[in-house]
């Protein structure tokens, strides 16, 4: 069952509007800093809206709280609509945000810098937050890049007043009295970031992912063992090649657990 789609176009957005609109199933609404409440067949965005089962379209990024009952774990699917396009991922416990997605924890687990299906996302106490369970392009997705930011960009590039996955990250976990220092070292789904014989990074860091990049329709789909926050940026960067120099939409679906 889908309980919950919406697309998610990048932009760099300077300020972030709140809706209060009602919408109805299939409505198309564009969002700011809203976030999506997911959880017994109802999805509930914050006080803004009562129930939204259907689709939409969010500027940018958002976050996701997603329930887990045992076997009954609900499954979040991000689809790159038109290939080429990065998407900067953060996960929470979301009854207690201070326990958050850990890089090392996962790595040293997974035994790789390559995440892909089968490969869990643990916390920094050591306990499975979120779960791949599909993978379409079969492994690429940088564990070590990070998110960008305006900072970032004129370190490395020479762009001032150019926000950032950083920026959007900011902006999302606002609602949930978070901030700078609760976001770590993220997961950058669809990016490559080649680590090579002598331990040296690719120029720049993000490369298109071997064979072209991802295709459209590529996607992963995580499943939550636990209730969980999940922060998305859809990434707006264009100073390197992660976006083929183009930032696209992306899809974003929440599923019923099985």
């Given at each position: 069952?889908?309980d919950l789609?919406?697309?998610?176009?990048?932009?760099?957005?300077k300020t972030?509007?709140?809706?209060?609109?009602?919408?109805h199933?299939g409505?198309?609404?564009?969002?700011?800093?809203?976030?999506?409440?997911?959880?017994?067949?109802?999805?509930d965005?914050?006080?803004?809206?009562?129930t939204?089962?259907?689709?939409g379209?969010m500027?940018?990024?958002?976050?996701?709280?997603?329930?887990?009952r045992?076997?009954?774990?609900?499954?979040?699917?991000?689809?790159?609509?038109?290939g080429?396009?990065g998407?900067d991922?953060?996960?929470?416990?979301?009854?207690?945000?201070?326990?958050?997605?850990?890089?090392p924890?996962?790595?040293?687990?997974?035994?790789?810098?390559?995440?892909?299906?089968g490969?869990?996302l643990y916390s920094?106490?050591?306990r499975?937050?979120?779960?791949?369970v599909?993978d379409?392009?079969g492994?690429?997705h940088?564990t070590?890049?990070?998110?960008?930011?305006?900072?970032?960009?004129?370190?490395l590039?020479g762009?001032?007043d150019?926000?950032?996955?950083?920026e959007n990250?900011l902006a999302?976990?606002?609602d949930?009295?978070?901030?700078?220092r609760?976001i770590?070292?993220?997961?950058?789904f669809?990016?490559?970031?080649?680590?090579v014989d002598d331990g040296?990074?690719?120029e720049?860091?993000f490369?298109?992912?071997?064979g072209g990049?991802?295709?459209?329709?590529?996607h992963?789909?995580?499943?939550?063992?636990?209730?969980?926050?999940?922060i998305?940026?859809?990434c707006p960067q264009?100073?390197?090649?992660c976006?083929?120099?183009?930032?696209?939409?992306?899809?974003?679906?929440?599923?019923?657990?099985?």
């Amino acid at each position: 069952r889908r309980d919950l789609a919406f697309d998610v176009v990048p932009s760099r957005p300077k300020t972030h509007h709140r809706l209060h609109a009602k919408t109805h199933t299939g409505d198309r609404v564009r969002l700011g800093s809203a976030f999506v409440i997911i959880g017994r067949a109802t999805c509930d965005i914050g006080r803004k809206w009562d129930t939204l089962i259907g689709a939409g379209i969010m500027t940018t990024h958002g976050f996701a709280r997603i329930h887990s009952r045992r076997n009954l774990g609900q499954h979040l699917r991000i689809t790159d609509l038109e290939g080429h396009q990065g998407v900067d991922f953060l996960c929470y416990n979301a009854d207690n945000p201070l326990e958050r997605y850990h890089a090392p924890n996962t790595l040293k687990a997974a035994g790789t810098l390559r995440l892909t299906t089968g490969h869990t996302l643990y916390s920094d106490e050591a306990r499975p937050i979120m779960t791949m369970v599909a993978d379409s392009v079969g492994g690429f997705h940088d564990t070590i890049g990070g998110c960008c930011s305006a900072h970032s960009n004129e370190m490395l590039y020479g762009v001032a007043d150019c926000p950032g996955c950083r920026e959007n990250f900011l902006a999302a976990l606002t609602d949930h009295d978070l901030g700078r220092r609760d976001i770590v070292p993220n997961v950058n789904f669809f990016c490559n970031v080649p680590v090579v014989d002598d331990g040296l990074l690719a120029e720049r860091s993000f490369v298109p992912i071997p064979g072209g990049g991802s295709k459209p329709g590529d996607h992963v789909e995580l499943r939550a063992e636990m209730k969980t926050l999940a922060i998305i940026s859809n990434c707006p960067q264009m100073n390197n090649p992660c976006n083929d120099g183009q930032p696209t939409a992306i899809r974003v679906e929440v599923l019923g657990g099985s």
